[in-house]
């Protein structure tokens, strides 16, 4: 039996609305910092319809994997 994955979902409020646009050039800017990062299976971004919460979903392959990138310094 395989072992299940764990689903992390982070949003946090944007200082001021961002459009799709703008949204997906920021992700992508972020994007390598989460490839090849142990653990973590995939990831997807998240935007609210009304541009003022971003957020991701990561799937991660353990918890003990996701809490050693959720740190004190992480938060």
Known sequence: MEEPLIT???QFGL???VSLEE??????????RY???P????????????????????LWESRAE???VYNAEWR
């Open 39 to 58: 653990g973590l299976v995939r990831k997807y971004y998240l935007r609210s319809e009304d541009g003022r919460t971003a957020g991701g979903v990561y």
């Open 35 to 37: 490839q090849n990062l």
């Open 66 to 68: 996701a809490e050693k």
């Open 23 to 32: 949204a997906a050039k920021m992700f992508e800017s972020t994007a390598p």
């Open 8 to 10: 992390a979902i982070v």
């Open 15 to 17: 200082p001021k609305p």
